[in-house]
């Protein structure tokens, strides 16, 4: 009973920390449910990269070449989020799979709703953490961009679950890993299946996105105008972090809409949040509360960004954030 | 041509969340609800295709009496008709809204279909997906920008750090990113307009496969260290980051 199936992702053929995240957790879930997990990848990673899985504890890894994959679909694709879908779907019901793990990336998230209808699961979205009882688990979630947390139960034998990145820890735990190839046709895969295809992916310049980034330095209104960016953007740099904004420098059209970190905006919980003349709105501190750690520089004593700031300097932005620059720069010499 | 857009209704962003006394969902006094704010974004685009194409928009929302605000929104942004599946209580779970949603939009058969990327409150971003695939159309979420070619769609998708180019084939579904167009104000006459235009109701059905089980507000961190002398503060700050953070 209670058979854990993970999906892991590749992207670009190689798996990152979310892949890793998703495969200690299904882990730790099927240990305290007393039972076993294998692993689903659909990539043309290598051989090698698939057994890297195994540096997590995956003992049995299926893989589906997506190449053999995309060649039952129109020619030309990258590759489809509803043919992928499907393949794991109508593995996971040929081997009889209860609980589906994904990482709730966009890539994650965009396929776990059609894997749940096609495997007649609950789905339950972005936890962060679960507790395992007579032979079920109960999921923690956030709720409001994280104004609050729910504890869920599914109420049918089967669920998909989808973990926020970044927040399960990929833990080392060697396994010998073997891998079993599958193919398009073990799973029923037909033109059908391609009812979404990519074409294409376009990777913004060279740009690192807020919701990957394990360090954010963000900016509103107290820059006053779009040129002062530069200064959030010079010190993002010397930390290699990416650049966030609040919603009103969004919508002022300072920034573009990517960047907005709030709760109509990106949800982010990166090891470090720079908060550089942002006051602190509620609809802004519920996508950003979470971080590890939390620096808030406003010149306002009383803004509501302090009361959830590790650490914070009341000044004036334009002179501490270019002496931060220069700071950090020369630990880095 | 037939266009479908679903709509929820939502505390606003400024809300400051307290739990209710079931311990089980919010605490609904004092709350402002809005249309989602995503969904904004949906009826605009629904609206934007009908006045290009010709046709209807219909507005279609799963919840309580209350949720007829969020259809009025969408009267007041140009929808054509409103449905509001109505459910005598607001404890209802994504797949039930899903389940429902498709009941209705298979009866009216649809060319297109527009929700928001997710719904504010409860974030879930699962019952664009779910409808879809209960419908057996195809899907994509977190659209920023939508093309169509009779028949032949090519939607932009919001990925990390980029985007997705995705081709699909109507009918489809698509859920709406910020970013995707402009959603209009609505002028005081199709306000008052929307004021007495009849909502229809259909009947609901609960097919839940979820429950909250608990509500709980985050744990609040103790007061942090605020130094209050400006600039002169700065290496203090970044050596606390490197030697007791740990995080540069």
């Known amino acids: ?333 | 041509m037939k266009i479908e857009v679903c709509v929820s209704l939502v505390p606003d962003s400024t809300t400051k969340v307290k739990v209710g006394a079931s311990g089980k969902s919010i605490d609904e006094a004092g709350v402002t609800y809005i249309i989602n704010p995503y969904d904004e974004f949906a009826v605009e685009e629904a609206v934007q295709l009908k006045e290009k194409n010709g046709g209807e928009v219909t507005a279609i929302s799963v919840g309580t009496d209350r949720s007829k605000e969020a259809i009025k929104k969408a009267y007041q942004m140009g929808a054509d008709k409103g449905i509001l599946v109505k459910s005598d209580s607001a404890d209802i779970d994504s797949f039930t809204v899903a389940k429902n949603l498709a009941a209705v939009i298979k009866e009216i058969n649809p060319d297109i279909i527009f929700f928001g990327k997710q719904s504010i409150d409860y974030d879930g971003s699962i019952v664009t997906g779910m409808t879809a695939e209960i419908l057996g159309l195809p899907y994509v979420n977190v659209v920023t920008k939508l093309e169509l070619n009779g028949n032949e769609a090519t939607a932009e998708r919001e990925i990390e750090g980029g985007k997705e180019v995705v081709k699909t084939s109507l009918p489809a579904v698509f859920g709406a990113q910020k970013g995707l167009n402009n959603p209009r104000y609505p002028n005081l006459k199709s306000i008052m307009a929307s004021k007495s235009k009849p909502i229809e109701e259909k009947p609901f059905a609960n097919e839940r496969k979820t429950e909250v089980a608990e509500m709980s507000l985050p744990e609040s961190k103790g007061q942090g260290k605020i130094f209050t002398d400006g600039v002169s503060n700065v290496p203090e700050l970044v050596r606390l980051l490197r030697e007791e953070a740990k995080v540069i």
């Open chain 1, 1 to 333: 009973m209670n058979k854990i199936l993970i999906l892991a992702e590749a992207k670009e053929n190689t798996f990152k920390s979310n892949a890793f995240e998703a495969v200690t957790a299904g882990k730790h879930i099927a240990e305290a449910l007393g039972t076993g997990f294998d692993v689903i990848a659909i990539t043309d990673a290598s051989d090698e990269q698939l057994k890297s899985l195994g540096k997590y504890g995956a003992a049995k890894v299926y893989h589906l070449n997506l190449s053999e994959l995309n060649s039952k679909g129109p020619a030309g694709i990258k590759y489809s989020h509803s043919a992928i879908a499907s393949a794991a779907a109508n593995f996971a019901n040929t081997k009889g799979y209860d609980i589906i793990i994904i990482s709730g990336t966009s890539f994650g998230k965009e396929i776990a709703p059609m894997i749940s209808v096609k495997t007649d699961s609950a789905i339950i979205t972005d936890c962060t953490g679960y507790n395992a009882a007579d032979g079920k688990i109960s999921l923690k979630r956030p709720s409001f961009a994280g104004k609050c947390n729910t504890k869920v139960n599914y109420l049918s034998g089967k669920a998909v679950i989808t973990l926020r990145p970044n927040v399960f820890k990929a833990e080392a735990a060697e396994a010998a890993c073997e891998v079993e190839e599958i193919t398009p046709d073990s799973v029923n895969i037909s033109a059908s299946d391609f009812k979404t295809c990519v074409t294409d992916v376009v990777v913004s310049s060279g740009k690192l996105d807020v919701a990957e980034a394990d360090i954010i330095v963000s900016g509103g209104r107290g820059l006053r105008n779009p040129e002062s960016f530069k200064l959030v953007e010079d010190l993002a740099e010397v930390l290699g972090a990416a650049t966030g904004a609040s919603r009103a420098v969004v919508d002022a059209g300072w920034r573009p809409h990517g960047e907005q970190v709030g709760q109509t905006g990106k949800t982010v919980s990166p090891s470090l949040y720079v908060a550089c003349g942002i006051s602190g709105a509620i609809q802004h501190l519920a996508g950003m509360s979470s971080s590890k750690f939390i620096v808030a520089i406003n010149k306002d004593k009383d803004a509501p960004i302090f009361q959830v700031a590790d650490y914070g300097i009341v000044g004036d932005v334009f002179e501490i954030l270019p002496a931060m620059t220069e700071e950090i720069k020369k630990l880095k010499v």
